[in-house]
């Protein structure tokens, strides 16, 4: 007890998402990923990558950034977001045993990537770098941070595929080494980020991590909306999210695509190809360069 009789609050807040998850010591966080050791909040997840591939660019989806390029793509475990449609669920929603994983350092990281490089520019390709994607990087985003510095002492670049879930002081950190990014705007609207299990405030976040971004020099953004059925298709949805994103920037790329069933939402239908054209084409109402997706 404080000197006044009062319990003390012996849990720790993370600081990495809008959650603020407190946490006593030993407690794992709603990402499944960050847990209060030694007083502090600490990625579980830094340096277990569940997935390591070499992908098109364009995969990302990065449209208008080093064309024709690949990039080393990582991930790890957890998320902040538990969206019911979610396409990498069997990784995003698990946390340490539930998934095999294998170690990997920054440095060793940086090195595989080298190797790769030079495996592509022999065959006559080019590799950009690392990205940073299938589960939420965020939620483990000291280790972007750390793998980011040496990518780019080694000359390579670094992508970010995210949901922009992010307090305003991750962002700030990772920013300067950030060459590419795929930003989620699920939705312009707060129902929605709830629909997905997101915190308080969520897509105030990921606004924040969209501007930040498009302000960075030297970063590229683009944006994709998954348009899901029933709940952020119609018209005037699309029509305030593009009108606030052309605020940022009218030139940063926007990409509206089509939802298959997944996860908790695997007896829904698929979006109709027509309306996703449809949607598409009032976003370019107020955007220059808009892209259909999965049609």
Known sequence: MTADGALRDARVTCDA???????????LGYCRAR??????VLPDNYGRLTSIALDPIQKKPIARWMQG??????????????????QNWQISQSGEGDVPWREVSPQDLVRM???????????GGCMAGIAYTYNEPLVGWEYVRDCGELAHEAGLANVLVS????TPQVIATLAPLVDAANIDLKSFSPAFYNACGAPAGALDAVRHTIEVLAAEP??????TMLVVPGMNDTDAHMRSLSRWLASVDRGVVLHVTRFFPRWHMSD????????VYHLADVAREELDCVLVGNC
């Open 268 to 275: 829904a239908r698929p979006t109709d190809v027509q309306l």
């Open 113 to 123: 990537a080298l190797d790769v490089r030079r495996e592509q520019e022999a065959a």
């Open 17 to 27: 998402c809008p959650r603020h998850c407190k946490l006593e010591e030993g407690a």
């Open 35 to 40: 847990r209060c050791r030694d007083g502090r």
């Open 163 to 166: 949901n922009g879930c992010a």
């Open 69 to 86: 390029s690949t990039v080393l793509s990582v991930g790890s475990y957890g998320c902040n977001l538990r969206c019911p449609f979610c």
């Open 218 to 223: 030297g970063c590229h953004l683009e944006v």
